[in-house]
């Protein structure tokens, strides 16, 4: 059974780096059949699509956000990382890493992780 | 950018009820390309709907959706105690674009 678990700083200070991590077990992240995202949620709003990786590396962003972020992949942790730079409040959110499905192309989003609050706070 | 447009805010609804929420797009959205979610508190939202029509894995079928081009719609047939949630839908585009509705909350009257 797919499961999907974040893990990272739960409090970074404004203008710093977050670092979160999303483990995948029970499929492997060099599937050719799936994509890796990034979604974030802040308290009481709506989704908001961070960016997404394929098992190859290529990666797409949201363009609001392009400028700030990287995602990775570990093919030996089964494992894809989210690191969003000059952090400010606005980026206060829970964090969903997700299974994207339409191969390399995100369609739609069948299995996510519980997601993590992280909190930006001096 | 293609923007996802929900309709209504909230729906207050009793069980029993049919359910019908809207999800209008700025631009022609690929009907493949456009995804359902409900959405719990201190939950993941939770896949509903793929491909505008298709039900995804153990979504029972009083859940329907419909619509192409820029006008898509959920509908719960009978509403259920479980199934008062956020519902919002979600696009993928070129460029590559993904965007999601600003969601519709669905309570108990």
């Known amino acids: 059974q797919l499961q999907l678990h974040e893990s990272g700083s739960r409090l970074v200070k404004p203008s710093l780096t977050l670092s979160l991590t999303c483990a995948v077990s029970g499929r492997s992240v060099s599937s050719g059949s799936y994509s890796w995202s990034w979604i974030r949620q802040p308290p009481g709003k709506g989704l908001e699509w961070i960016g997404y990786i394929y098992h190859t590396g290529t990666t797409s962003y949201n363009p609001s956000l392009r400028s700030r972020v990287t995602i990775s992949i570990d093919r030996s942790k089964n494992q894809f990382s989210l690191e969003l730079s000059s952090v400010t409040a606005a980026d206060t959110a829970v964090y969903y890493c997700?299974?994207?499905?339409?191969?390399?192309?995100?369609?739609?989003?069948?299995?996510w992780g519980q997601g993590t609050l992280v909190t930006v706070s001096s | 950018e293609i923007v996802l447009t929900q309709s209504p805010d909230t729906l207050s609804l009793s069980p029993g009820e049919r359910a019908t929420l809207s999800c209008r797009a700025s631009q022609i959205v690929t009907s493949s390309h456009l995804a359902w979610y409900q959405q719990k508190p201190g939950q993941a939202p939770r896949l509903l709907m793929y491909?505008?029509?298709i039900r995804a894995t153990d979504i029972p079928d009083r859940f329907s959706g419909s619509g192409s081009g820029t006008d898509f719609t959920l509908t719960i047939s009978r509403l259920e105690p479980e199934d008062f949630a956020v519902y919002y839908c979600q696009q993928y585009g070129t460029s590559p674009q993904l965007t999601f509705g600003g969601g519709t909350k669905v309570e108990i009257k």
């Open positions: 491909g505008a029509s």
């Open positions: 997700a299974r994207g499905r339409g191969g390399s192309y995100p369609y739609y989003f069948d299995h």
